[in-house]
């Protein structure tokens, strides 16, 4: 790994993570996802944000900063823009190298540093606008609460005009040497934007309004570079990642893409067919869907999706006089994650008695979606069931598009 210069004094250094571990213990990263430092040099030397122990993360960043004449050692001080520790789970390690950098954060993100990592010296808890003078550049912080933890600020360099979003703007995928949004082709791009998405809708949904008002917050500024802690720098069009983040954001307040997502899981085949009368339903009204089936696929994919979509067809047998247990989980990570405001057709076989129907009614008390007519049958769809299901399928389709 090298560093990737951005100006004179500020460099971009990261490790690319390729594991399969999963991101926050939940999320697959079949692709990685990178964890990107910046240093930034003047008489003293800054580290904003930094890494845990995975995937040789700690080594990769050693090369990187050796690439640029420095090292660990030479740190004065360490910015922590946010305490998850995929961002500074290596911080007791920097500590037995470097005991003398200083530990900077918001007042919330020190508390985070002693209850985390039992650190208790060193430690400096900067303000709301607060400036810090390295001796040529100079770097301000800006609070930004929950993008992605209640403790989370942004770092602003204005000379090179580099924002350090750390979580903000970020996306899975790892970046295989290249880190900047010029180096990528458009196959790359549509590549990360998936990534994005997918990020976005599992990382930080829950947090969309806190996304439009730290752009807004921030919107004052000049930004050059966009340089978040997870995946490409932006400097040819830094506006791009922004915009696709209060895009993102959008779709939180219902401002979704006229498109569908069937979710489904199936037993024997019999919620399979219904789903298949569906999709043919959808076809013929020419709307765009995407097709998840739990649990085979994780529920990562059907999330970014569902988040997109403006309505949902859940299909799902009953088990056990309740729901295909996998669809509970999906519902249950769908109401943490805030997918409101769905238009959504539920369908669904039943064997000896139904049941789903109760239990899917409660899950989704919460989710406030308007619920079309579902449709349930005993055993295998009959063909008149399955012209039925169809017509339902198109008229969704037709109610997304009105
Ligand atoms: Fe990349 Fe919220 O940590």
């Avoid at 430092?37 to 700690?58: F, M, N």
């Avoid at 037995?96 to 985390?116: D, H, Q, R």
């Avoid at 880190?179 to 990528?184: I, K, R, T, Y």
């Avoid at 043919?280 to 970014?304: K, T």
Wanted: glycine residues 8%; negative net charge.
């Amino acid at each position: 790994m090298k560093a990737h210069k951005i100006s004179d004094s500020v460099f971009c250094i990261y490790a690319d993570i390729t594991t399969t571990d999963l991101f926050e213990g939940i999320w697959p990263i079949p692709n990685g996802v990178s964890l990107n430092s910046y240093l930034v040099r003047g008489e003293k030397t800054a580290l904003v944000d930094l890494i845990r122990d995975w995937s040789e993360a700690p080594k990769q960043l050693a090369e990187a900063l050796a690439s640029a004449g420095t090292g660990f050692d030479k740190v004065d001080y360490l910015i922590l823009n946010h305490l998850e520790p995929d961002h500074t789970g290596w911080l007791g390690e920097f500590r037995k190298i470097n005991p003398k950098a200083e530990i900077i954060s918001t007042a919330k993100g020190i508390n985070l540093v002693k209850t985390f990592y039992k650190e208790e010296t060193g430690l400096r808890a900067v303000k709301d606008g607060e400036k810090l003078d390295l001796g040529g550049p100079e770097l301000t912080f800006f609070e930004t609460p929950n993008i992605h933890w209640p403790e989370t600020m942004m770092t602003w360099e204005p000379r090179s005009g580099t924002l350090f979003s750390c979580d903000a703007f970020g996306s899975f995928g790892a970046l295989g040497g290249r880190v900047f949004d010029d180096e990528f082709s458009p196959e790359e791009h549509a590549f990360y934007e998936k990534e994005s998405l997918r990020y976005y809708s599992n990382i930080v949904s829950s947090f969309s309004t806190f996304v439009e008002r730290g752009v807004e917050k921030l919107s004052g500024l000049d930004i050059k570079y966009v340089a978040p802690s997870h995946g490409i720098v932006w400097r040819k069009d830094p506006r791009a990642i922004v915009d696709r983040y209060l895009k993102y954001a959008g779709y939180s307040k219902g401002a979704t893409e006229k498109e569908i997502a069937v979710i489904w899981g199936s037993m024997y085949g019999n919620t399979k067919k219904g789903v298949d009368a569906v999709i043919r339903g959808i076809e013929a009204e020419g709307l765009p869907y995407s097709v998840h089936r739990i649990p085979d696929e994780d529920v990562s994919y059907s999330l970014a999706d569902a988040f997109k979509a403006s309505a949902l067809v859940l299909a799902m047998p009953t088990y056990e006089y309740a729901m295909f247990p996998p669809m509970a989980y999906v519902l249950d990570i769908f109401r943490r994650k805030h997918i409101f405001g769905k238009t959504v057709l539920r369908i669904g076989s039943w064997g000896w008695v139904g049941g789903a129907k109760k239990e899917y009614e409660a899950m989704i008390e919460a989710l406030k979606w308007e619920s079309v007519p579902s449709m349930e049958w005993a055993g295998a769809p009959t063909g008149q069931e399955l012209a039925v299901l169809e017509e339902r399928g198109r008229e969704l389709a037709q109610a997304v598009k009105a």
